[in-house]
């Protein structure tokens, strides 16, 4: 709850005005960060435009910039699901939309913005670059001074690899 409050810039207090529980703010959180996810995947045109997105979210993650996602945040809202089916289902229902914004995306034709790969292989890369980005998630709270240069490089090989016909 300090690290909610922390990053909603309010006291406990003031948050339990406005919430009912501790799961009602970790579901509007969750629901935040679904449409905010949402938005970002529907302006990709290109992989290299996510490679440039996830090289700017990582910089970001390991300055522990408040106008990004909080790792600490997303690992506790993980750990509740273990403890809360409501965060649990919020979470499952939040992954599968994402996962199917990612895919609709890899599977659009180029000329309509998309990636134009075939759909035999949309989930399985969709499912492995969610994967790819909670895992750059951690990385960037465990190795804040990482060089920049390397995580560069490192994305652009694995989303050209991804994300190649």
Known sequence: MASIAETAQMSAGLMSRYFENK?????AIIERELQEGRSQ????RSSSELVAALLDVFT???????????VALFLEM???ATRDPQIAAALR??????LS????WMHRAREDGGLGLPPETVATRAFLLECFIRGLAVTAV????????TVRDSIDNVVSRLLSP
Do not use: K
């Open 23 to 27: 799961s009602a703010i970790v579901l």
């Open 41 to 44: 995947i529907a302006q990709l």
């Open 60 to 70: 970001r993650w390991q300055a522990r910039d408040p106008g990004a996602m909080s």
């Open 78 to 80: 993980s750990a509740e």
């Open 93 to 98: 229902r939040s992954d599968a939309l994402i």
């Open 101 to 104: 914004d990612l895919g609709a």
């Open 142 to 149: 465990r190795h804040p001074d990482m060089d920049a240069a």
